[in-house]
């Protein structure tokens, strides 16, 4: 994992007419193949990096390389290859009327001959676990789904790092799951490295790595672990610990081991209920 195929060196940026940096002196790596996400309250500048990532922003100080790639309006559609985003609302990322249509949007755009864009979609579609919906009308989705075949729609175009922006907060917790699982497919069979943008750090705890940033700036990064032993610091930045974090802190204050610290509670119940209590 030391192929580093994003490179963020001292970016800031300012919207206009803004007085504060919306993202201050940021520096950061990303790997290929890894899972990172960041994370952060309301207006610490999580979106505004992501809209950089994809060329919406130019920094106004310092420079992003992203897949061998300077940011600038000169490569930015080189770099779109290399990078595809999937958005929080599943309903306003469709163009097709049907599922296969969708997928092949991109494809089409990019003059991809007919019947390797027929196998690609088919293949992206696979590996999101959709082909049986291949004429379902879009809008006849649930929001795990939908989200889905947009992931579908960013692979068919094989990019090396999918961005994930907030891509599981309008959905309920099942389909938040689904589209969890197969981003986890995708970054462990296929390679594809991922950062996922998220205010939900049950979904951060997923990853390999995690960015905190507040107020613009790059507060801490590490793993999910020493990320949420900082607890009351997370408070303070208006980020809450999950709850089966807090909980198997709890349990261990009491004098509980656990084999292992779990960050979901699925994971915490599963083991709990294998445990004998002494009355
Ligand atoms: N289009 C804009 N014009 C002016 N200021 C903006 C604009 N978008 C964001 N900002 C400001 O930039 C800062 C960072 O905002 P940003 O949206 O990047 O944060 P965020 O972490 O994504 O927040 P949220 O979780 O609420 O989306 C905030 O102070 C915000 O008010």
Not at 4 to 22: D, N, R, T, W
Not at 181 to 197: A, D, F, M, P, Q
Not at 238 to 249: D, E, K, T
Request: aromatic share 6%; charged share 20%.
């Amino acid at each position: 994992m030391n192929t580093i195929v994003i490179s963020i060196k001292g970016v800031s940026y300012q919207y206009p007419e803004q007085e504060s940096l919306a993202l201050n002196n940021v520096s950061l790596d990303v790997y290929k193949g890894e899972w990172l996400a960041i994370v952060g309250h309301n207006g610490s500048g999580k979106s505004t990096l992501a809209k950089m990532l994809n060329g919406l922003h130019y920094p106004s100080k310092g420079t992003v390389m992203i897949g061998g790639y300077a940011l600038n309006e000169e490569n930015v559609w080189s770099i779109r290859e290399k990078l595809g985003m999937v958005f929080q609302n599943p309903d306003n990322q469709f163009v097709g009327t049907t599922v296969q249509d969708d997928v092949a949007f991109g494809l089409e755009n990019n003059g991809v001959e007919h019947g390797v864009m027929q196998e690609r979609v088919f293949a992206s579609l696979e590996k999101v676990g959709m082909t049986a919906f291949l004429n379902q009308e879009p809008h006849h989705l649930s929001g795990g789904q939908k989200q889905r075949v947009a992931i579908a729609g960013v692979i068919a175009l094989r990019p090396d790092i999918i961005l994930l922006d907030e891509a599981t907060s309008m959905l309920d917790p099942l389909g938040r799951e689904e589209v969890m699982n197969t981003v986890r497919e995708l970054n462990e069979k296929e390679g594809l490295t991922v950062i996922s943008i998220t205010h939900d750090l049950e979904e951060a705890a997923k990853a390999d790595r995690v960015i905190v940033l507040n107020e613009g700036r790059l507060y801490t990064e590490g793993t999910p672990q020493s990320i949420f032993q900082l607890d009351r610091e997370l408070l303070n930045l208006g980020l809450g610990v999950p709850f089966a974090v807090q909980m198997s802190q709890l349990l261990a204050d009491a004098g509980l081991q656990l084999s292992q610290r779990h960050f979901n509670e699925e994971e915490l119940v599963s083991e709990l209920w294998t445990l004998n209590f002494k009355m």
